[in-house]
C-alpha cells in the first residue's frame, strides 16, 4: 500500500464518534466555547502537566494572544529565524521589534549564547521553537538565562506537541507555550491552536483577549483590546480524538524514524535522532554530508521517486523578501537550511512503506556517492 506526504490520518470509528458529537452541538446550539472546547482543553491540561490550556482558532492565533497579553510595545523580543513567519510576525503586529536569532548546528534551535548576544536593555521576550519535534538542550539553559534576566520565555511548540525533553514535556519549559492543530502538524482539529500557562494570572488575560476582550463569555463589558480567536465546538471535537490518538501516532512513527535510521547508515545522510528525551517524529530530518549538495540530493530523490519533504523551512525568516530590508546575515542558520532534508513520513505510513523508501533512497545516495 502506497502512503500520502501529510495525510490526515482520522480513521473510520473516530469519525463516526465525531458526527455523534456534532449531532449533538446542532441539537443543542451550542457551537461556541461550550463543553466540547472545555473538554478538549481539559485533555491537552493532563498532557502538560496540569497547567491552564486555552484552545485558539490556530497556532497565529494563540502567538497573537501571547504578543499582546505582554504589552510589547517599545520592547524587543528575541526569535530564532529558523521558523514559521507566524512567530515574528505575531511580535510585530503587537508594536514588538523583533531581533532574529541564530540557530545551532544539529537542532536549528535557539541556543542560549544567541540569546546573551542579542539582550539589551528593551529585550522583553525570548522565543523558542523545537524544530521538527526534537526539543534542544539548550532549553533547560535558555529557560535559566531568562529566568535569571527577569525575561519573559516562549516556546512556540507548534511542531512538538507530545515531544519530551528529559522527562518534561514541550510546553512546560516557557512561562508560556503556543500549539497549532494545522492539518500538516502532528494531530489536527482542521483548524486549531492552543496557549497555555502555569500563571494564572496570564491564563486568566489570555481567556479574556481570545474573546474579543470580554470579562466573561455572557457579558457584554469589554475590559481588553481582544479580538476574535475562539475555537469552536466543531473543531474541538475534532481535536480531542485526534488527541486521543497521539500517543499511537507517535509510536508508529518512531518505528518509521528508526528504519530510516538503521537503513541508511554511511550514504551521506544522518538521521537527527534527540538527546535526552524523546520526539514526536513530526519530522525526519537527516543532516547531510558537507561535501554533498543539497539540491542535487533533493532533485535526484524526487526524480526516483522517493516521497521527500523537502526543507523544515526553505527560507528562514530573515532571508523572507518581507525581512530582506533589514540586512541580517545569520551563519548557521543559513548553513541549516542548506545541509538538511526531511524524509517523507505521515501517522498512516506502514512499517513496508519505511522499508521501500530507505531502499529507493539507498540506491539514490549509491549513485551519488559513486
Ligand atoms: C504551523 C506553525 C505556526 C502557525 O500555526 P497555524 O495553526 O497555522 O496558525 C506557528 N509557528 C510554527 C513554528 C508553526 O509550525
Same mark, same amino acid.
Given at each position: 500500500?502506497?502512503?500520502?506526504?501529510? /495525510?490526515?490520518?482520522?480513521?473510520? /470509528?473516530?469519525?463516526?464518534?465525531?458526527?455523534? #458529537?456534532?449531532?449533538?452541538?446542532?441539537?443543542?446550539?451550542?457551537?461556541?466555547?461550550?463543553?466540547?472546547?472545555?473538554? $478538549?482543553?481539559?485533555?491537552?491540561?493532563?498532557?502538560?502537566?496540569?497547567?491552564?490550556?486555552?484552545?485558539?482558532?490556530?497556532?497565529?492565533?494563540?502567538? &497573537?494572544?501571547?504578543?499582546?497579553?505582554?504589552?510589547?510595545?517599545?520592547? &524587543?523580543?528575541?526569535?530564532?529565524?529558523?521558523? =514559521?513567519?507566524?512567530?515574528?510576525?505575531? =511580535?510585530?503586529?503587537?508594536?514588538?521589534?523583533?531581533? =532574529?536569532?541564530?540557530?545551532?548546528?544539529?537542532?536549528?534551535?535557539?541556543?542560549?549564547?544567541?540569546?546573551?548576544?542579542?539582550?539589551?536593555?528593551?529585550?522583553?521576550?525570548?522565543?523558542? !521553537? @523545537?524544530?521538527?519535534?526534537?526539543?534542544?538542550?539548550?532549553?533547560?539553559?535558555?529557560?535559566?538565562?531568562?529566568?535569571?534576566?527577569?525575561?519573559? =520565555?516562549? #516556546?512556540?511548540?507548534?511542531?512538538?506537541?507530545?515531544?519530551?525533553? %528529559?522527562?518534561?514535556?514541550?510546553?512546560?519549559?516557557?512561562?508560556?507555550?503556543?500549539?497549532? $492543530?494545522?492539518?500538516?502538524?502532528?494531530?489536527?482539529?482542521? #483548524?486549531?491552536?492552543?496557549?497555555?500557562?502555569?500563571?494564572?494570572?496570564?491564563?486568566?488575560?489570555?481567556?479574556?483577549?481570545?474573546?474579543?476582550?470580554?470579562?466573561?463569555?455572557?457579558?457584554?463589558?469589554?475590559?481588553?483590546?481582544?479580538?476574535?480567536?475562539?475555537?469552536?465546538?466543531? @473543531?474541538?471535537?475534532?481535536?480531542?480524538?485526534?488527541?486521543?490518538?497521539?500517543?499511537?501516532?507517535?509510536?508508529?512513527?518512531?518505528?518509521?524514524? &528508526?528504519?530510516?535510521?538503521?537503513?541508511?547508515?554511511?550514504?551521506?545522510?544522518? !538521521?537527527?535522532?534527540?538527546?535526552?528525551?524523546?520526539?514526536?517524529?513530526?519530522?525526519?530530518?537527516?543532516?547531510?554530508?558537507?561535501?554533498?549538495?543539497?539540491?542535487?540530493?533533493?532533485?535526484?530523490?524526487?526524480?526516483?521517486? !522517493?516521497?521527500?519533504?523537502?526543507? !523544515?523551512?526553505?527560507?528562514?525568516?530573515?532571508?523572507?523578501?518581507?525581512?530582506?530590508?533589514?540586512?541580517?546575515?545569520?551563519?548557521?542558520?543559513?548553513?541549516?537550511?542548506?545541509?538538511?532534508?526531511?524524509?517523507?513520513?505521515?501517522?498512516?505510513?506502514?512499517? #513496508?512503506?519505511?522499508? %521501500?523508501?530507505?531502499?529507493?533512497? /539507498?540506491?539514490?545516495?549509491?549513485?551519488?556517492?559513486?
Amino acid at each position: 500500500m502506497s502512503f500520502q506526504l501529510k /495525510k490526515v490520518l482520522i480513521e473510520k /470509528k473516530d469519525r463516526k464518534k465525531i458526527y455523534e #458529537e456534532m449531532d449533538d452541538i446542532f441539537e443543542s446550539g451550542m457551537l461556541t466555547l461550550g463543553k466540547y472546547t472545555k473538554r $478538549f482543553e481539559e485533555k491537552l491540561s493532563e498532557n502538560l502537566l496540569g497547567q491552564d490550556v486555552i484552545t485558539t482558532n490556530g497556532g497565529t492565533s494563540a502567538l &497573537e494572544i501571547a504578543a499582546l497579553a505582554l504589552e510589547l510595545e517599545g520592547h &524587543e523580543v528575541i526569535v530564532q529565524s529558523n521558523t =514559521f513567519v507566524a512567530t515574528p510576525v505575531s =511580535f510585530i503586529r503587537a508594536g514588538a521589534h523583533v531581533t =532574529f536569532a541564530d540557530c545551532d548546528k544539529k537542532y536549528g534551535a535557539l541556543t542560549v549564547d544567541e540569546v546573551k548576544r542579542l539582550h539589551t536593555k528593551k529585550t522583553k521576550a525570548v522565543v523558542m !521553537v @523545537h524544530i521538527g519535534g526534537i526539543i534542544s538542550p539548550e532549553v533547560i539553559k535558555i529557560q535559566k538565562y531568562c529566568k535569571n534576566n527577569d525575561l519573559i =520565555f516562549i #516556546e512556540d511548540a507548534a511542531h512538538a506537541l507530545g515531544s519530551k525533553f %528529559e522527562s518534561s514535556p514541550a510546553g512546560t519549559f516557557g512561562d508560556i507555550a503556543t500549539f497549532s $492543530f494545522y492539518p500538516t502538524k502532528i494531530i489536527t482539529s482542521g #483548524e486549531g491552536g492552543a496557549i497555555t500557562t502555569k500563571n494564572k494570572e496570564l491564563s486568566e488575560k489570555f481567556k479574556i483577549l481570545r474573546d474579543q476582550g470580554k470579562k466573561d463569555f455572557n457579558s457584554n463589558i469589554h475590559t481588553q483590546f481582544g479580538s476574535n480567536w475562539r475555537l469552536s465546538e466543531v @473543531h474541538a471535537i475534532i481535536g480531542y480524538h485526534q488527541l486521543n490518538k497521539l500517543d499511537q501516532f507517535i509510536k508508529s512513527r518512531k518505528k518509521v524514524a &528508526e528504519i530510516y535510521k538503521n537503513n541508511l547508515l554511511n550514504l551521506g545522510l544522518e !538521521v537527527i535522532l534527540p538527546e535526552r528525551g524523546i520526539s514526536n517524529w513530526y519530522k525526519i530530518i537527516a543532516k547531510i554530508d558537507s561535501k554533498l549538495n543539497k539540491e542535487v540530493i533533493k532533485k535526484a530523490l524526487i526524480n526516483n521517486g !522517493v516521497k521527500c519533504e523537502g526543507e !523544515v523551512y526553505l527560507l528562514p525568516c530573515h532571508k523572507q523578501p518581507i525581512f530582506l530590508p533589514n540586512n541580517v546575515s545569520l551563519p548557521t542558520t543559513e548553513e541549516y537550511t542548506s545541509s538538511h532534508i526531511c524524509l517523507g513520513i505521515s501517522s498512516n505510513m506502514t512499517e #513496508e512503506n519505511a522499508i %521501500e523508501q530507505s531502499k529507493l533512497i /539507498k540506491e539514490v545516495m549509491k549513485g551519488i556517492l559513486t
